[in-house]
């Protein structure tokens, strides 16, 4: 899978409008609502079936993804501020919000859903050095070394990365909201 060359080209996205995705447990994706679609400038038929990383921007820190997708695949819910790429190769920034679904019987996991709305500009702007920063480190030590770099500033600073994220977020309240009104709606 070739991933599209990023531009310097901000899509800036309707606060109003919400982009969700459903994978598989290998983060295959089966479904994308209409704005998904309409964002990441795929068609539906490019998007099913692929790997839900098509849509992963060069600049997200690996060390970002391997968080998120631990946690996840714990069936813990996770709230992350994540710069994604178009086809076209522009990029949009978006805070989201995972919820694994269990098989009733088995209790494994079968299937993910993604919930996301427009990142807000002061979180976009206050992530972006650190994950600068990861990157760079990701570069000469690798994932490990980024991964030692984030837990010492998460100590330095005396805060969880939940803590980090809800306060860049901001309205904590109104996000956690939506993301309860958007699972009910596709549960």
Same mark, same amino acid.
């Given at each position: ?6 531009? !310097?080209? *901000? ?12 994978? +598989? ?8 609502? +209409? ?8 068609? #539906? $038929? #490019?998007?099913?079936? =692929? ?7 060069? !600049?997200?820190?690996? @060390? ?13 819910? @996770?709230? %992350?501020?994540?710069?994604?790429? %178009?086809? !076209? ?7 989201? #919000? &995972? *919820? $694994?679904?269990? !098989?009733?019987?088995?209790? /494994? ?7 996301? =709305?427009? $990142?807000?500009?002061? %979180?976009?702007?206050? @992530?972006?050095?650190?994950? =600068? ?10 994932? /490990? %070394?980024? *991964? ?7 100590? *330095? ?5 939940? #803590?980090?994220?809800? +306060? ?6 109104? &996000? ?7 699972? =009910?709606? &596709?549960?």
């Amino acid at each position: 899978m070739t991933h599209p060359t990023p531009i !310097d080209h *901000e899509i800036v996205l309707d606060p109003k409008r919400y982009i969700v995705s459903k994978t +598989d447990p290998k983060g295959v994706i089966e479904y994308g609502n +209409d704005y998904f679609v309409e964002i990441s400038g795929y068609t #539906e $038929a #490019e998007l099913l079936g =692929k790997p839900h990383s098509i849509i992963r921007h060069p !600049d997200m820190p690996k @060390i970002v993804f391997k968080m998120m997708w631990d946690r996840i695949k714990q069936g813990q819910n @996770i709230m %992350a501020v994540v710069k994604n790429l %178009a086809k !076209d190769g522009s990029y949009y920034w978006v805070v989201t #919000e &995972f *919820e $694994a679904k269990k !098989d009733p019987i088995t209790n /494994e996991i079968i299937s993910y859903t993604a919930f996301r =709305k427009a $990142a807000p500009k002061k %979180a976009v702007e206050a @992530i972006e050095p650190i994950y =600068k920063k990861l990157l760079e480190i990701e570069k000469d030590g690798g994932m /490990e %070394a980024s *991964e030692r770099y984030l837990r010492g500033y998460f100590e *330095e600073k005396g805060i969880t990365y939940d #803590e980090m994220i809800n +306060d860049l977020v901001g309205n904590k309240g109104l &996000f956690k909201t939506f993301f309860s009104l958007m699972k =009910k709606l &596709f549960s």
